[in-house]
């Protein structure tokens, strides 16, 4: 699980260096922090989703999340 995670997370940076096409989503910052968009609850084919993994990445470049958690059941 961990290590999906950490694949997901590279690709997910990886990507956004690459593609260029990054929603920008601006949210304000509490002073001394940085606010990160993130989606932690998301399924893949392999629990009940409908999608690979690969598309879950994809889509949150596309959305402009910074992290991402996949939580199948498996």
């Not at 997901?8 to 990886?14: N, P, R």
């Not at 949210?27 to 993130?38: N, S, W």
Request: glycine share 6%; aromatic share 6%; proline share 4%.
């Amino acid at each position: 699980m961990k290590k999906l995670i950490f694949t997901a997370l590279l690709l997910l940076s990886i990507g956004t260096i690459v593609s260029g096409q990054r929603k920008i989503v601006n949210l304000p910052d509490i002073p001394g922090y940085v606010t990160l968009k993130c989606d932690f609850h998301m399924h893949t084919v392999f629990s009940d989703g409908d999608v690979w993994p690969t598309v879950r990445v994809d889509e949150a470049l596309r959305d402009g999340l910074d992290a991402i958690a996949i939580t199948d059941h498996l």
